[in-house]
């Protein structure tokens, strides 16, 4: 950069000295022409003392200002040549007007304070000594930007503490402005806040995460900031750095999958699925099979008698054989487990058993796994490879387990919120990512934060969970390993759902309504426990609740759901047909476009059902043929007149009382 700086400087050095020689030779107005020379000799050392400090240069401002000085210089030249004119003829013809010379008086005086303002900004926090910076003459048009470059400049040079307070007004300024945020991107402020997110104390770095995360509003945006780097640098952050940090960067890698889904993969690509999904775990389960690392004197046999011993000792840490031999040990909070951890227990150990054969248990008698962790050299950093011979306490992120422990409450549960939702943003339509946060047992995790977690955890944890659940009812692969209808995780996951549709009274109700509906292919015919509370909810004052219920129903008995005989014949032993019927005559357009799908698809596979000739659902069809509005959906379309037919052949006039 030194060397282009060099290069741009020297035209402008060079129209300087030929304005200060032509002045010497001028003829007339020879007062005004020595002004010019005085001011443009001033000019002129600035511009050679920028070039001796090109180096430390800020490149942005010094284009902008370099280029306007060359301008101006020009201009001088220009104006002191009609001065050196000779001969009375081209005096006579040669008009000057004196303003003409207050102006450019002006404007070389305004190139000085440019000139003088980007050495000041560019040197280093030593030499500047706190004094106030004030704005250039150039920033009398956008002083914004001037403001946005005289922090990317502190942060270039200043000290430690300079450079938080310098991320801390570009927050304020990315916060309130969507166009301020992208002049920062392109004055080249991402390169040193990615730098103070590295290297800084944790003030600078937390404000450095936020602005980058604020600047992350549209896919160029984040492109940009991809392009610099920003994955490596959360990556590392989301690893090794302090949980408050972690707190803004994984809030950050959100933001930027919400903004600019293209990102996911990269994102995946620097294994920041599975450290989020490590601080998801972290005290959540007490153990992650995923990421834990295993002592040799731990046998299968002994983690299930201690999983299932509600009277073991307090200080016990249970452990679990995991496939790739990594293991975290989390603390027990809960001295009395509950179903749902003994759930969660069971599933780690008999994933494990799948992984590898049966070992000996230890010398340890008492029917529980103790383990002695290592305490000397006062070591809580410790390594992630196994050694054989020493018992170690191990971390997943580099930062020790204790010092994970040791955070404020407020802090884990805000690390599991946003790891939640960058977890969410990350998922959605992805379906590698899908996998990976699948196969990591992360939903195991999800389920106890549906039951016990904060709500912003419960709410992130449940967006989740909904978008997981869209990608794998599109993935047949996805859904056959992640959602298997024995596999404990997966009922887990079901359980706490159905819990929250049956209370129906929380902000996660829409997206356990969509979840379910969207597993619809994953139960089997004799489970049909999901089917009543959906139904109950076809009866809720809400529309959007209504609407979300039938959509949801519509799954289970669309002709794509191999059950859906069986799942029409629940719906309509549930009372789902009146509740439809109440909703095709007199729900909102949004619910009756909803709701009449799901009353086709019962009528077209249970057409001989005696519950929906009671209720004359013909009736309702055939008025509903005879809505334009209705008629006109693509959907319904065909499906109508198909359901329509079907009943008619099982439900002559005479059934339904006429005659």
């Known amino acids: 950069m030194a060397d282009l700086v060099k290069q741009i400087l020297a035209k402008p050095i060079q129209l300087a000295d030929q304005v200060i020689k032509v002045a010497d030779e001028a003829s007339s107005f020879k007062q005004e022409c020595g002004e010019l020379k005085s001011k443009t000799e001033k000019l002129a050392t600035l511009l050679r003392q920028a070039a001796r400090a090109s180096s430390d240069l800020?490149?942005?401002?010094?284009?902008?200002?370099?280029e306007d000085t060359e301008q101006v210089l020009d201009k001088a030249l220009i104006l002191v040549i009609k001065c050196r004119a000779n001969g009375l003829m081209k005096r006579v013809f040669t008009i000057i007007p004196a303003a003409a010379f207050r102006k450019m008086g002006s404007q070389l005086e305004n190139s000085i304070g440019d000139v003088s303002w980007l050495l000041r900004v560019s040197a280093s926090a030593d030499d500047r000594d706190d004094e106030y910076l004030g704005l250039p003459p150039i920033a009398a048009n956008e002083p914004i930007l001037c403001l946005i470059w005289e922090q990317i400049a502190i942060l270039y040079t200043g000290s430690v503490d300079d450079r938080s307070d310098a991320a801390a007004s570009l927050v304020s300024l990315a916060r309130d402005n969507d166009r301020y945020g992208k002049l920062i991107i392109e004055e080249g402020g991402v390169p040193p806040l990615l730098k103070l997110v590295k290297e800084g104390k944790l003030a600078g770095q937390e404000n450095a995460a936020?602005?980058?995360?604020?600047?992350?509003r549209d896919p160029e945006s984040v492109e940009h900031m991809i392009v610099a780097g920003v994955c490596s640098v959360f990556a590392k952050i989301l690893k090794d750095g302090p949980m408050k940090v972690q707190v803004v960067v994984a809030w950050a890698v959100s933001e930027f999958a919400a903004n600019y889904p293209k990102c996911q993969d990269l994102f995946a690509q620097h294994n920041i699925i599975r450290l989020l999904v490590s601080h998801i775990a972290f005290e959540t389960v007490q153990e992650h099979s995923k990421y834990a690392i295993v002592s040799k004197a731990t046998s299968i046999h002994a983690l299930v008698i201690a999983s299932n011993n509600s009277n073991v000792t307090n200080d016990v840490n249970k452990q679990v054989v995991d496939e790739d031999q990594s293991r975290i040990p989390y603390p027990t909070r809960d001295k009395s487990p509950n179903q749902l951890h003994t759930v969660v227990t069971n599933t780690m150990a008999m994933n494990a058993a799948t992984k590898r054969p049966l070992q000996k248990p230890g010398a340890n008698t008492n029917g529980a796994t103790h383990v002695n962790f290592a305490k000397s050299n006062g070591s809580n950093n410790l390594k992630q490879n196994y050694q054989p011979h020493h018992q170690h306490n191990h971390s997943i992120s580099g930062v020790s387990v204790k010092g994970r422990e040791l955070e404020d409450p407020a802090t884990k549960a805000n690390m599991k919120a946003v790891a939640a939702r960058a977890l969410w943003h990350l998922a959605k339509g992805n379906s590698p990512i899908c996998r990976s946060i699948t196969e990591s047992r992360a939903l195991l995790c999800f389920a106890v934060l549906l039951e016990k977690g904060p709500e912003d955890v419960q709410y992130n944890c449940a967006m989740a969970l909904m978008e997981i659940t869209a990608v794998?009812?599109?993935?047949?692969?996805?859904?056959?390993?992640?959602f298997k209808p024995n596999s404990p995780a997966c009922k887990a996951?079901?359980?706490?759902?159905?819990?929250?549709?049956e209370k129906a009274d929380s902000e996660l109700l829409m997206p356990c309504i969509r979840a379910i509906g969207n597993l619809a292919r994953t139960f089997r015919a004799t489970e049909t426990r999901m089917i009543s509370p959906l139904v109950r909810l076809l009866d809720e004052r809400e529309a959007e609740v209504s609407r979300e219920a039938a959509i949801a129903l519509a799954k289970f008995a669309g002709k794509e759901n191999y059950l859906h005989l069986d799942h029409s014949k629940a719906i309509i032993s549930a009372g789902g047909a009146k509740h439809l019927i109440q909703l095709v005559y007199f729900g909102e357009l949004i619910v009756q476009l909803s709701a009449l799908p799901l009353l086709c698809y019962i009528a077209l596979h249970v057409p001989d059902s005696e519950e929906l000739a009671q209720a004359e659902v013909l009736?309702?069809?055939?008025?509903?043929?005879?809505q334009s509005y209705m008629v006109q959906d693509e959907k319904l379309e065909a499906l109508l007149p198909e359901a329509k037919s079907r009943l008619e052949l099982y439900q002559s006039r005479g059934s339904r009382g006429f005659h």
């Open 493 to 501: 996951v079901i359980d706490q759902m159905l819990k929250i549709i």
């Open 619 to 626: 009736t309702v069809l055939e008025w509903a043929s005879k």
């Open 210 to 216: 936020r602005a980058i995360g604020l600047l992350g």
């Open 472 to 482: 794998a009812e599109k993935d047949a692969d996805l859904r056959r390993s992640a």
């Open 58 to 66: 800020y490149e942005r401002p010094a284009r902008r200002i370099i």
